[in-house]
């Protein structure tokens, strides 16, 4: 490998400012593999995605990065004769918005990362504050799970989550749109992390034990599930009474559901026994 050594980041820089070289790359860098993939790609992950890729038998690889506006295939449109009432609020974005592409390559004997425009590569059609708006970056999204782990509400993530990456990262721009449904999104696709602290809680189970014996105390008939694969779990509670009635009729309709019970996150459903007067 021949080194650039004019390219090489020797000194201090801003996540700011990695930010602004990784979305030009107006000229060759190289950096420690280490650190590229700790502390400069995280942060443009979201402007580039996949293109192609080469693995050589000595370690050595290199990888094509295209702008995530790229997009090859125009999104599909709404299927025909769907209610306006019944249809998702969804945008449709164009294909081929932005070409601009990058080469990484990686050499393994160097420990050593170069990153290049692509041979012939257009400069972005769009400003790096579109590719925020397009998608977040696996720091912010890191972020948003951190504070997720404490299990806070999504309104105090999105507060945490600006204020550290305002304050600390000098990233504002990037989080200035985040949205709670996004945090929300976010928080529930990693439930494994967000119970790790739970697991084993002495407290927890004791709860979990009271609130049956509690119940049982009452009448009231208690039987606990787990669906290992979905990561879900729980118990059902009904009167003996209501058995019964559900014996006879069969018909079970949710009237409600309730996704913030407690401070372990658990979520009551209340089902309503339907007789064959529909009451």
């Known amino acids: 490998m021949t080194l ?24 060759p860098l190289e950096l420690s593999i280490e650190e590229f993939d700790k502390e400069w790609w995280p942060f443009v992950s979201n402007i580039w995605t996949s293109f192609s890729c080469k693995n050589n038998v000595n370690g ?87 504070e997720a782990v404490k299990n806070y509400r999504p309104p105090e993530i999105v507060s ?36 790790t602290h739970l697991v084993g809680d002495p407290k927890r189970k004791l709860d979990i034990r009271e609130a049956i014996s509690f119940l049982k105390n009452r009448g009231y008939l208690v039987e606990r599930y787990e669906i290992p694969d979905l990561s879900t779990y729980g118990f059902i509670f009904m009167h003996p009474n209501h058995l019964k009635n559900l014996e006879q009729h069969g018909w079970l309709s949710l009237i409600d559901s309730t996704h913030k019970t407690n401070r372990y996150d658990y979520r ?12």
Not at 161 to 182: F, N, Q, S, Y
Not at 268 to 279: D, K, V
Request: some cysteine; aromatic content about 8%; charged content about 35%.
């Open 4 to 27: 650039f050594a004019s390219n090489i980041i020797n000194t201090s820089i801003s996540e700011k400012q990695k930010h602004i070289l990784l979305f030009n790359v107006n000229q």
């Open 60 to 146: 050595d690889s290199w990888k094509v990065f295209v702008c995530q506006f790229k997009k090859h295939n125009k999104s599909s449109t709404r299927k025909e004769g769907i209610p306006n009432e019944k249809c998702r609020v969804t945008k449709i974005r164009p294909a081929d918005l932005c070409s601009a592409k990058i080469k990484v390559q990686r050499y393994f004997s160097e420990q050593k990362v170069r990153i290049e425009r692509f041979k012939d590569s257009p400069d972005h059609l769009h400003p790096i504050e579109d590719s925020k708006k397009l998608k977040r970056s696996e720091v912010v999204r890191e972020l948003v799970m951190q």
């Open 160 to 195: 945490a989550v600006k204020e550290i990456a305002t304050e600390t990262l000098d990233l504002g721009e990037c989080v200035k749109e985040l949205r709670r449904k996004e945090v929300t999104n976010i928080k529930y696709k990693v439930r494994g992390p967000l119970d």
């Open 268 to 279: 009551l459903f209340t089902l309503y026994i339907r007789n064959s007067y529909g009451c």
